[in-house]
């Protein structure tokens, strides 16, 4: 049996003096990064090479970091848990952030809720959050774009495409904005031919590979032939969607490399033109709003280039209706309108436009979708 | 694209079939690696680690060198690898076979993570199927059936270990080495070494179970292809009595029960699909339950595993 190791009075004055003087140090190198140069912290719940939600705000990071005079950490793979305040608290006291990203819906609420009152000088921008000035820290704001007109735009060129006059949606979760985009993209084909159904089928996770597959499959098989998705990552609909024939509008990023014949046109988020444009704000020393929406006509979102099998009829009513929306004030949900319940949720008249905040509270489908909430 | 018939409510027993075929080779080919391993007395629960890694190295392999068949001999290989590792390891004296088996779960996702960064964008070449439906006029009926071929693999590979187990000289020694570590060693076997290697075919196994998601279904890599699979896996070797035949039925319904979810919502049942969702489960409890016996704990367990011990 070994002696326990002893520690000499001399070796433990020497290390804590070393650990001291680094923590001072340590202490000092943020004070100074801050003070030249913006640092901007961009947080991920999943690889940021997705082809899906990840890899859009990466993608808006990269434009960031090519501008002059900021620096970009990023951190992917964070849990929607205590981890994240871990990521940004290290973020903050180690690499000295000063604007803050972290990108997934449910880092809001607690977890930049609790942090933002303990760092009141940095500020926390969350995507997708509903940020109200009455509950929240002034230091923190929220920003979404109006992507559901964009799955509306999928849907028109989905409806010309259709032979089946059944389209399908595979969907994560039954939360507002998928309910949004799945009742945007029916509509959308409705507009084209008002005979369309569309088949919603929800996995109940962000990210399920196999539950992904097996659903575009089930779809397939009842006769859908163009599909479109709400998951994190839409590499998996996307592939077996193409591979079983069937027609794809892609959601988040650009999937045409995934399949370039079946490829109709996408939903695309377009964060380098709104982070580009929030670092320049705090760049001059103003405030960026605490609630920033936007839609196509701000540039929030994009469309993917119109793949080869889109008709021309189908081009030309694409093309239209995207002017239309590019005006601003455009409204899908409008009445008569009923849920596919049979209860009224738009009287003749009535209408929601893109930027209606009643919107970010759905809790239905419309008539022609095929599926449940719960 | 063949126009599909319409064929309404078949859909939900016709996706229950497909279902089955396709989502049950992991299950497979992950459960048999596990009976070999815990028949020779070792219980490795790091195969989860092993399937993702395999997953990965399988998809690089194949990506780097066009051929998808060199990606499952990757995916074999890094699986056999990670299997001496943990072979090699519980070969120490007081080393628990459990931890070890966590740890390197832990050891292979991160790995795989780290190494697989560059392979979740490149499209690497798939699996070929074979269609045992062409018969039929019905596209989804074609589809179903369009078997892949680890498939029939797996299920020769189940067969060829139940012949072993009960009539070979090697399935004896593996099954002496499992039951006895004594009695092993007075007939003059090494129990480590017998190990040591089915440890590292079951690995092998696992990787060809990680190389089916990223090569043939789903078909793609990246970092949530395999959701604990792996896990289920080694779980249903309880299930399964330690039987590789059985092994394959469990694996059919765990498939098939995964299928009910998607399926019943495609046909317009779409009331609580979170409840259809842990039909696998409910139905694994189910037949625990229905199969258990008042007399015999863990009926058909090695004798010489940790937890029986």
Not at chain 1, 48 to 73: F, L, R, T, W
Not at chain 2, 31 to 49: A, F, Y
Not at chain 2, 274 to 279: C, D, G, H, K, N
């Amino acid at each position: 049996m070994k002696t326990p190791k002893q520690t000499s009075r001399r070796s433990f004055l020497k290390t804590s003096a070393g650990v001291a003087g680094m923590l001072a140090f340590g202490g000092l190198l943020p004070q100074t990064a801050r003070a030249s140069k913006l640092s901007v912290g961009f947080i991920y719940v999943g690889p940021k090479d997705d082809y899906g939600y990840n890899q859009s705000h990466a993608e808006g990071a990269a434009a960031v970091k090519q501008m002059p005079g900021v620096s970009v950490v990023e951190e992917e793979n964070v849990p929607e848990t205590v981890d994240v305040q871990k990521t940004m608290e290290s973020m903050i006291n180690f690499d000295g952030v000063n604007l803050l990203f972290p990108t997934s819906f449910g880092y809001f609420n607690p977890h930049i809720l609790e942090l933002a009152p303990k760092y009141p000088d940095l500020r926390f921008e969350h995507c997708g959050g509903l940020w109200s000035a009455d509950k929240h820290p002034s230091n923190v704001g929220s920003y979404f774009g109006y992507i559901g007109m964009g799955q509306y735009l999928n849907g028109v060129v989905a409806g010309h495409t259709s032979k089946s006059k059944k389209i399908g949606f595979v969907a994560a979760k039954p939360i507002p904005q998928v309910l949004l985009n799945i009742n945007s993209f029916l509509l959308g084909a409705r507009s084209v031919d008002p005979n369309i159904t569309c088949q919603v089928i929800f996995t109940g996770e962000w990210s399920l590979a196999v539950k992904e597959a097996e659903a575009t499959n089930a779809l397939v098989d009842q006769g859908v032939d163009v599909v479109t998705c709400h998951v994190d990552g839409p590499k998996v609909v996307m592939e077996t969607a193409a591979g079983r024939g069937a027609y794809v509008c892609g959601y988040h990023a650009n999937q045409s490399p995934l399949a370039p014949d079946k490829y109709l046109t996408g939903a695309e988020w377009n964060w380098a033109k709104v982070y580009t444009d929030m670092v320049k704000t705090v760049q001059s020393g103003g405030q960026i709003d605490n609630f920033v929406r936007g839609g196509l006509a701000e540039g929030f979102i994009k469309m993917s280039p119109l793949g080869p099998a889109v008709t021309d009829t189908a081009r030309n009513q694409f093309a239209a209706t995207q002017s239309e929306i590019l005006k601003g004030g455009y409204a899908v949900i409008k009445g008569p309108m009923k849920d596919n319940k049979g209860k009224v949720i738009a009287g003749s008249g009535q209408s929601f436009a893109e930027t209606d905040v009643a919107l970010e509270s759905m809790n239905y489908l419309v008539e022609g979708v095929i599926g449940s909430t719960s | 694209m063949s126009t599909t018939v319409d064929i309404g409510m078949w859909g939900v027993p016709l996706a229950i079939l497909g279902g089955a075929i396709r989502v049950s080779t992991p299950f497979l080919f992950v459960s048999l690696g596990e009976v070999l391993t815990e028949r020779s007395g070792r219980i490795n629960l790091g195969l989860e680690g092993t399937l993702v890694f395999g997953a990965m190295a399988g998809y690089a392999a194949a990506y780097e060198s066009s051929s998808p068949w060199i990606g499952v001999l990757g995916a074999a290989l890094a699986g056999t690898l990670f299997g001496l590792l943990h072979g090699w390891i519980c070969k120490f004296p007081r080393v628990n076979d459990i931890a070890i088996g966590i740890a390197l779960m832990l050891l292979g996702m991160g790995l795989a993570f780290f190494f697989g960064k560059p392979y979740i964008q490149p499209v690497a070449p798939d699996l070929p199927s074979i269609p045992l439906g062409a018969w039929s006029d019905i596209p989804q009926v074609q589809a179903a059936l369009n078997v892949n071929a680890l498939f029939l693999i797996g299920i020769v590979i189940a067969l060829l270990m139940t012949w072993m187990f009960r009539s070979s000289r090697l399935g004896l020694i593996i099954r002496v080495a499992g039951d006895s570590t004594d009695a092993a060693r007075a007939m003059g076997l090494k129990p480590d070494r017998i190990r040591l290697l089915s440890t590292a075919a079951g690995g092998a196994l696992a990787g060809i179970a990680g190389a089916y998601l990223s090569l043939y279904y789903p078909g793609s890599w990246n970092e949530g292809i395999s959701s604990g699979q792996g896990l289920m896996a080694v779980a249903l070797v309880i299930f399964a009595r330690w039987n590789p035949l059985y092994c394959f039925w469990a694996a059919l319904l765990f498939g098939g029960a995964g299928a009910l979810g998607p399926a019943l919502q495609s046909v317009g049942i779409t009331q609580g699909y979170y409840l259809f969702y842990a039909a696998p489960y409910v139905l694994t409890l189910g037949v625990l339950i229905a199969t258990s016996s008042r007399n015999q704990t863990l009926a058909g367990a090695p004798g010489a595993l940790s937890i029986t011990r």
